[in-house]
């Protein structure tokens, strides 16, 4: 590996390009002894396991002793035994069931093929069998998994949700009077709205589990609930994060964050694009992180290194390996070509399936991904990762760079940074990256809007009682009248109490969507085509998909030629266009409730709160930008409708006194403006989140402050903490905004502080100066 990165450093091309370097040095394994079932050992070492990690026996011992577990360790560190053996031990005993649940199908085909081999190979006799249950079985199918009546079921969040529990009493009996165990994998997925969802479902599932065991219990008896085994990648918060979603107590948790299993070294390499002067500006804008990892990648295929480039969106991820398969083919390097793919969640499931294999077995020699090849797939180990732009987190990058690295082989990550202000912030500050905590998941079951469609769906798989306030929190009293009130559910006096059911006839569980809060979906048709390219929820589609939008799928441009919203179709033709799209809009916000307010940590005068607010949007045009230096080709004007937003915000208010001091530096609203974007930009440094969970805005004068404003906003329905988490840590984020700007070197605002790419006003006005000004008042 040494002898590439020298080489990478000899190409006049990358001539100072590499901002820091960092060697992650290797471990040896270490292993313990475990007492195992002696089918299973023997099982195991048909497998080639003749040991377990220590971090391993310590889950299996934890779990044996009846103690709910969090296994956060790396990428490729064998969480998965820590929870089959377990698994197959109950299952031995005495037929005892696991439930398996992962974010994505992809990782439940990759789970159902290890265990069922492993399942196997304890015979027919054991009675331990393996089953998965997901969307894509057919009714037969799935009638079938339930007569086998497996005693591990692999499944989805959103198959728990529709499939399973609106039918527990009728057809899952005989899984949970035996459920013993319930493993959530990859739990730091389950955040931000999804997350949020994913704790209700889980809560109706710890509901149900309760009913089916406390049949026949006598006076003063106890139910035992089953186990919950959830593995992590490295997040601040692993416990507090997995007895949130699994509501559970904490302190039930064992946390085993210690990976002892073996590795080579990682070698990381900061990259940073050069600048060039594209006219008029100081600094010049710096060159694409796509076109800086496109070339590496094609350069590492070259040297013969299996690599995976790491990128943002689907979008990206199907035009550049595109684009890298055509630089190989003007190389001269045509079977290179041929071993480069895309891969990306809106792929058939045999596509997926292909490439994953094509990796593990060397037919695919490069991909371009998103997100979706960072979860716990197994695609064997990759010469170098390569991450076109940081990831947005710290456990985000280590999760992706985890996929390099074969045993003990060195192995090459490199960062590309973008022009993005997190991208610059660690290109001039790479201890952040190396050496700070690993940000805090958070997800709000308590979500206003999300509370009352979950309470519904479980009074329609069991009737309600007011003890179930202790799996729906505090506002389910109140939940319970609204909706009784609304004539969603209907109340009864038994003589065991009061009981709620439901009064309507239809689904509430196929009335929401688990994985948006838009439950309205726009399709995306392309003329001469039989089937749609994708589906959108509405306000992406709004975005990505308006009339004279281009589109990106499968190595194939379209320009959307129409926008039907009355059948919720979007019609799309071919083009070659030259050029991206980006929207305009208006934004306002309504404070509807101020909730708690307190004195910014340095200055008694100025005041933060907490609020609920409705924040409406118009996209009001699009822009057509250059596809190489982003330059603005022109403008259109767009016409479609506002969307509202009912969520949680942060918003602090300046005097008077400070507003005049600023007033006289500069451009005011500009200042503020950009402190918005900065504060903005870093949010996602202490929170898992992404720079889109996040919305923003300034303004000089507020109707419901009569003061400057900036307000910092959740951008999903109800609010999912991030707001909250932010209120409560608004001194460190303002002093770490004010580094980000005093160590960004341009003059008046560039992409790597102030200006925003998600920004709606086309980043006008904006002006550094001012905001720096602004926030040396505010940090510590």
């Known amino acids: 590996m040494d002898e590439t990165i020298d080489w990478l450093r000899e190409r006049p091309y990358y001539d100072g390009q590499i901002a820091a370097e960092r060697t992650l040095p290797g471990r040896d394994a270490t292993f313990a002894d475990v007492e195992l079932d002696a089918r299973v050992g ?5 497998a080639g396991i003749d040991n377990l990690y220590s971090h391993q026996a310590e889950a299996i011992n934890a779990i044996r002793d009846g103690d709910d577990v969090v296994l956060a360790t790396p990428t490729a560190s064998g969480k998965s035994l820590a929870y089959t053996v377990p698994a197959f031990e109950r299952a031995l005993e005495d037929r005892r069931t696991t439930l398996y649940v992962a974010p994505q199908v992809a990782l439940i085909n990759d789970q159902a093929e290890t265990l069922s081999e492993l399942a196997r190979g304890l015979g027919f006799a054991s009675g331990v069998t393996v089953d998965r249950y997901t969307g894509r079985l057919s009714r037969s199918q799935k009638e079938d998994v339930r007569e086998r009546q497996p005693t591990v079921l692999l499944t989805t969040p959103d198959m728990l949700h529709y499939g399973i529990l609106p039918h527990a009493h009728r057809l899952w009996e005989w899984f949970f009077d035996r459920l013993e165990t319930i493993v959530l994998d990859e ?9 949020s969802q994913i704790a209700l479902v889980l809560r109706r599932l710890n509901r149900v589990v309760q ?25 601040g918060n692993p416990v507090e994060h997995a007895a949130t979603v699994t509501g559970q107590d904490p302190d039930a948790f064992t946390l085993v964050d210690r990976s002892t299993a073996a590795t080579g070294p990682t070698h990381w390499l900061l990259w940073n694009p050069p600048t060039y002067d594209h006219g008029g500006g100081t600094m010049g804008r710096r060159k694409s992180s796509h076109t800086e990892a496109k070339r590496l990648f094609v350069d590492l295929l070259q040297r013969g290194l299996q690599t995976v480039v790491f990128t943002s969106s689907r979008q990206v991820a199907e035009r550049y390996a595109t684009e890298s398969a055509d ?8 079977d290179l070509a041929a071993g480069v793919g895309a891969y990306q969640a809106a792929l058939g499931s045999d596509r997926r399936r292909e490439l994953e294999s094509g990796l593990r077995e060397g037919s695919i020699r490069g991909l371009w991904s998103t997100n979706a090849l960072e979860l716990g797939v197994d695609i064997g180990g990759l010469d170098a990762v390569v991450l076109d732009g940081y990831p947005g987190t710290r456990m985000g990058a280590f999760q992706q760079a985890g996929r390099a690295g074969r045993g003990t082989d060195p192995a090459l990550v490199a960062l590309v940074a973008s022009e993005d202000q997190l991208d610059q912030y660690l290109m001039s500050n790479p201890d952040a990256l190396f050496e700070q905590e690993p940000e805090r998941a958070i997800s709000n079951p308590d979500n206003e809007q999300l509370l009352p469609r979950h ?11 007011p003890d179930d306030d202790a799996h729906f929190g505090t506002r389910f009293p109140a939940v319970v009248s609204d909706l009784e009130a609304a004539g969603e559910l209907q109340r009864r006096e038994t003589d065991s109490g009061i009981r709620w059911t439901y009064a309507g006839d239809g689904s509430p569980q196929h009335e929401m969507s688990l994985r948006s809060a838009d439950d309205r979906e726009i399709t995306l048709q392309a003329r001469n085509r039989e089937d749609p390219i994708a589906t959108l929820p509405l306000g992406d589609a709004l975005r990505d ?18 926008l039907d919203l009355g059948h919720d179709v979007a019609t799309l033709q071919r083009t070659y266009a030259d050029y991206y799209t ?4 208006d934004k306002e916000i309504t404070v509807e409730r101020d909730r708690e307010e307190k004195p910014f940590p340095t200055r008694e005068d100025v005041t933060v709160r907490l ?25 259109e004007s767009l016409d479609l409708p506002e969307t509202s937003l009912e969520t949680t915000a942060l918003y602090y208010t300046l005097p008077p006194a400070l507003t005049r001091h600023l007033e006289t530096l500069g451009d005011f609203a500009g200042g503020i403006h950009a402190a918005e974007h900065a504060m903005i930009s870093l949010f996602p440094f202490e929170f898992l989140c992404d720079r889109r969970d996040i919305g923003g805005l300034s303004t000089p004068i507020h109707p419901h402050t009569d003061r400057s404003t900036i307000f910092i906003y959740d951008g999903y329905p109800g609010g999912v903490g991030l707001a909250e988490s932010g209120y409560e840590t608004i001194g460190d984020l303002a002093s770490r905004t004010l580094e980000l700007l005093q160590s960004c070197g341009c003059a008046d605002g560039c992409p790597a502080c102030v200006q925003s790419p998600h920004c709606g006003n086309a980043n006008e006005p904006l002006d550094k100066g001012v905001a720096t000004a602004l926030l040396e008042a505010l940090a510590e």
Not at 545 to 562: C, F, K, L, N, R
Not at 582 to 585: M, R, S
């Open 42 to 46: 023997s099982v195991l070492e048909s």
């Open 611 to 635: 609020a609920d607010v409705t924040m409406h949007k118009q996209i009001t045009g699009f822009e057509r930008r250059d596809r190489s230096s982003g330059e603005v080709l022109g403008r």
């Open 455 to 465: 309470v519904l769906a479980a009074a329609r798989e069991n009737w309600l009682n």
């Open 545 to 562: 998909a308006h009339p004279g939008a281009i589109y990106h799928h499968q190595g194939t441009s379209y320009e959307v030629t129409d």
């Open 582 to 585: 980006k929207v305009l809009h």
């Open 327 to 334: 630089a190989l083919v003007d190389r001269g390097e045509h």
């Open 211 to 235: 009913r089916f065991k406390g049949d026949g219990r006598g006076p003063g008896e106890t139910v035992e609930q089953p186990q919950y085994v959830c593995c992590s990648a490295t997040i």
């Open 187 to 195: 739990v730091h997925e389950y955040r931000g709205i999804f997350g």
